[in-house]
């Protein structure tokens, strides 16, 4: 089974740039049915995606965090890494990797959802 | 933009049924999956294609989807089921869309 494992700095600044990097433990990374995905959770609130990154290369990214946000993916590392800049005090939270599966199947198309998770990683901004 | 509605909390005594909403447009033409996540843990999918258990998941769990509203019911509730649930789906304008979750109480 893939495991998935964040890693990062815990603490960084108001401005700095947020950067997390996510490494996967199979070859799964290259998969064309999977797309990998940043999650985060602040605390004591719910899940927001922040996006995601094929191995091919194309990435989609929420429209609300979109002009701050670039992931991007090292398949000879088996790595895919978050870049969030100009952070403030609500980028506060618990950033997950996440593998993405597509469902296909006898109708076609059955929509996506997240099969793997990381432990998480907490990232305060202060 | 598409956004998914769930109730903030739900309580069930042991043994009965749990019954958790996620409401939003035309939902049932989206393929709704749902997480269960406890303290201090990653969440982990119980259901997916808005009706299918993946493997290891209680049969108790089951889910269903209709017009705008997708459900989560879990029959003869039991402790270890208190968590919070979240209800997912994708939307090819948004893309991936979280509702706000559901914290379900077992008391």
């Known amino acids: 089974q893939v495991q998935l494992r964040e890693s990062g700095p815990g603490l960084m600044k108001p401005s700095e740039t947020l950067s997390l990097t996510c490494t996967v433990s199979d070859d799964s990374i290259t998969h064309d049915g999977y797309f990998w995905a940043w999650i985060r959770q602040p605390p004591g609130k719910g899940l927001e995606w922040i996006g995601s990154v094929h191995h091919i290369g194309s990435s989609y990214y929420n429209p609300s965090l979109k002009s701050r946000v670039i992931i991007s993916i090292d398949t000879s590392k088996k790595q895919f890494s978050l870049k969030l800049n100009s952070a403030t005090a609500a980028d506060t939270a618990v950033y997950f990797c996440?593998?993405?599966?597509?469902?296909?199947?006898?109708?076609?198309?059955?929509?996506?959802?997240?099969?793997?998770w990381g432990l998480g990683t907490l990232v305060t901004v202060s | 933009s598409f956004e998914l509605t769930q109730p903030p909390s739900v309580s069930v005594s042991p043994g009965q049924t749990a019954t958790i909403t996620c409401s939003g447009d035309e939902l049932e033409k989206k393929y709704t999956a749902w997480y269960q996540q406890k303290p201090g843990q990653s969440p982990v999918v119980v259901m997916y294609?808005?009706?299918k258990r993946p493997s290891g998941v209680p049969e108790r769990f089951s889910g269903s989807s209709s017009e705008n509203t997708a459900t989560l019911t879990i029959s003869g509730t039991q402790p270890m089921d208190e968590a919070d649930y979240y209800c997912?789906?994708?939307?090819?304008?948004?893309?991936?869309?979280f509702g706000g979750g559901t914290k379900l109480t077992v008391l």
């Open positions: 294609q808005d009706e």
């Open positions: 996440a593998r993405r599966y597509r469902v296909t199947g006898n109708t076609g198309f059955g929509g996506y959802y997240f099969d793997s």
């Open positions: 997912q789906a994708w939307d090819s304008s948004t893309d991936v869309v």
